[in-house]
């Protein structure tokens, strides 16, 4: 597993690839920036170091380090996980090893957020991602894609491609029951910015009376207009997995409420996954497959964040009726069970890696 953007204790690349291929009797070596898991398990860690370098030049100095490491562990499979580390994975394939590409982004659609790029360039940046991607798809021996619309992508470019969604482990949450207690407080998980809702979560729970608690990492910009804002916000930082897990199982409604950039329309957002998985009721934003999602599982409401009103009344909703947000967080956790939790996923993942076995057996 390479990577020189992720750290090594990554969640979909650590705790439910490695980890899942470790236990179908593999051996995992997870090439990745510090910090590593407390618990390394089977997997060995070798961690890239890189000296303070300019943005512009950080990926080409960090990836010639990760293909170094990645190198002298003499795999018979490298699965990279950045669009930066595309031509040093070329470079891999001389080296007679499988080669996989997981794309865990619609890359081109998602320069179109980020801030650091000129906006004028953008529209030029995309398309060359696009380029590159499209070249360098069939050369790879698979693509593993994490949503059905970029797996469709790929699948256009002649590429050979396994969906692995990014669905969630469910034995790291507490199964809920119609008597769980649960804090009057909102929260949200994940990379805390302004385009994934920020502005609109704190307002809105600021208008209702709620509290909210927000986790995971934050912007500059962002940290320093929640420390401006004079609401009742707990802002919890980057925590560990089981931290997650016991910040939600004593949580009450779960906030998804990502803004429609080109990147999120078609996106899985783990988070609200993660919410149900729990036994959280979910409050959306209006993107196609959030809706679709939420819309299916019966676990919650989907609004537009145009209707300020509706997202209102249905925070005052599920704060003011606990029993109906228990009964929906009950649904959500139902449709976790059958359908969006790794032990589905994983199967895909590891038949890719039978097959690959198989061939290599037959050489």
């Not at 597993?1 to 690839?17: Q, T, W």
């Not at 949503?147 to 507490?174: C, H, K, M, S, W």
């Not at 009742?232 to 803004?259: H, M, Q, T």
Request: net charge positive.
């Amino acid at each position: 597993m390479l990577s020189s953007v992720h750290s090594a204790d990554d969640i979909r690349i650590v705790e439910k690839e490695a980890r899942s291929l470790s236990e179908a009797g593999h051996d995992v070596t997870v090439v990745a920036r510090s910090p590593r898991p407390s618990d390394p398990g089977r997997i060995e860690f070798k961690l890239i170091e890189v000296p303070p370098v300019p943005r512009w030049k950080r990926p080409w100095v960090a990836g010639r380090a990760a293909l170094a490491l990645a190198r002298a562990t003499g795999a018979d499979v490298v699965q990279f996980h950045d669009p930066e580390l595309i031509p040093f994975a070329l470079l891999l394939k001389s080296r007679r090893c499988k080669v996989i590409y997981d794309v865990h982004e619609d890359v081109p659609a998602d320069i179109y957020s980020k801030r650091w790029i000129w906006s004028w360039m953008r529209p030029a940046v995309a398309r060359t991602m696009e380029v590159v991607e499209r070249s360098a798809a069939r050369r790879f021996d698979a693509i593993v894609a994490a949503t059905p619309a970029i797996a469709d992508r790929f699948r256009a470019y002649g590429a050979a491609v396994t969906l692995v969604r990014n669905t969630v482990r469910l034995d790291e949450f507490i199964e809920p029951t119609p008597t769980t207690e649960r804090r009057r407080q909102a929260v949200y998980v994940g990379r805390t910015s302004f385009d994934r809702g920020l502005v609109e979560m704190v307002e809105a729970c600021a208008a209702v009376g709620l509290p909210l608690v927000l986790a995971g990492t934050i912007g500059r910009e962002e940290q320093v207009w929640l420390e401006k804002s004079s609401t009742d916000v707990s802002y919890k930082g980057r925590l560990g997995r089981g931290e997650i897990a016991a910040l939600l199982n004593r949580s009450l409604i779960g906030l998804n409420l990502l803004l429609p950039e080109p990147n999120y329309l078609l996106s899985l957002p783990t988070k609200l996954f993660e919410y149900m998985a729990a036994g959280l009721p979910v409050i959306s934003s209006d993107l196609p497959k959030s809706k679709e999602i939420v819309e299916a599982a019966g676990c919650g409401f989907v609004v537009s964040l145009n209707d300020r009103a509706a997202l209102l009344n249905s925070l005052s909703m599920l704060a003011d009726n606990p029993e109906r947000a228990i009964r929906l967080g009950l649904a959500g956790r139902a449709a976790v069970a059958r359908n969006f939790n790794w032990r589905h996923d994983s199967v895909e993942l590891n038949e890719l890696y039978r097959r690959f076995a198989s061939l290599g057996a037959a050489a």
